[in-house]
């Protein structure tokens, strides 16, 4: 088993200075953490894997494609791969899980 503590992996993404802190890594799947701060813009481009996001803290809009909505704690959004996206209008700091299938990278 392998288990978290948001806190911890928040701290180690902080120490190491990077938007994205990877923390798991599988034959099928990766998991991160990607932290927006307010006000800044979202450099990604589109995946080659599919992707989840689970909203942990904060609130922005996030454009998928040709949609956009409105996500704050708790907002779980699916990302096909290849698909253009990012995060906008970031108004408190945001905090996201985000889980890759297959494994990013």
Not at 41 to 65: C, F, K, M, N
């Amino acid at each position: 088993m392998k288990a978290f503590r948001l806190e911890e992996l928040e701290a180690e993404r902080a120490a190491n200075d990077g938007a994205y802190l990877q923390f798991l890594r599988e034959r099928n799947m990766s998991a991160g953490l990607y932290a927006l701060d307010a006000g800044s813009s979202d450099p990604q481009a589109p995946h080659q894997q599919d992707e989840v996001y689970l909203v942990v803290s904060g609130r922005a809009s996030i454009t998928v494609g040709m949609e956009t909505t409105q996500v704050a704690r708790g907002s779980v959004v699916y990302v096909p791969a290849g698909v253009p996206h990012k995060f906008h209008h970031i108004t408190e700091d945001l905090r996201v899980m985000v889980i890759f299938s297959p494994p990013e990278g």
